[in-house]
């Protein structure tokens, strides 16, 4: 089994700063793309953020200049800095991996989410 837990969540203002973060554990064999995708109420799930093992990045056009992904392959971790946060990145965002288990078996895997709420 492979888990992923995100925390850093919560309530924000707008022009604030929040940073998620998700570790991944488990039967892990290697880790491909890491990244993060929110869904706002009514809305459909979208990509924020993904970063490759490679380390290659792409963003959502409306987090560009605004939003950074990190990661450590070493920790199976990876981060999301929202810099300059607007009310419409209100969303439950959600930490996604695709994982190569012990038993070699490639496999997509979502945490659990976490809400952030950007209101003054």
């Known amino acids: 089994q492979v888990q992923l837990v995100e925390s850093g969540g919560g309530l924000v203002q707008p022009g604030g700063s929040l940073r998620l973060s998700c570790a991944a554990s488990?039967?892990?064999?290697?880790?491909?793309?890491m990244g993060w995708y929110r869904q706002a109420p009514g809305k459909q799930r979208e990509l924020v953020a993904r970063?490759?093992?490679?380390?290659?990045?792409n963003y959502a056009d409306s987090v560009k200049d605004r939003f950074t992904i990190s990661r450590d392959s070493a920790k199976n971790t990876v981060d999301l800095q929202m810099n300059n946060v607007k009310p419409e990145d209100t969303a439950v965002y959600y930490c996604?991996?695709?994982?190569?288990?012990?038993?070699?078996?490639?496999?997509?895997?979502w945490g659990q989410g976490t809400q952030v709420t950007v209101s003054s």
């Open positions: 996604n991996a695709a994982v190569l288990t012990t038993k070699m078996l490639w496999g997509d895997y």
């Open positions: 488990g039967s892990i064999f290697k880790i491909n793309a």
């Open positions: 970063v490759t093992s490679g380390g290659i990045t």
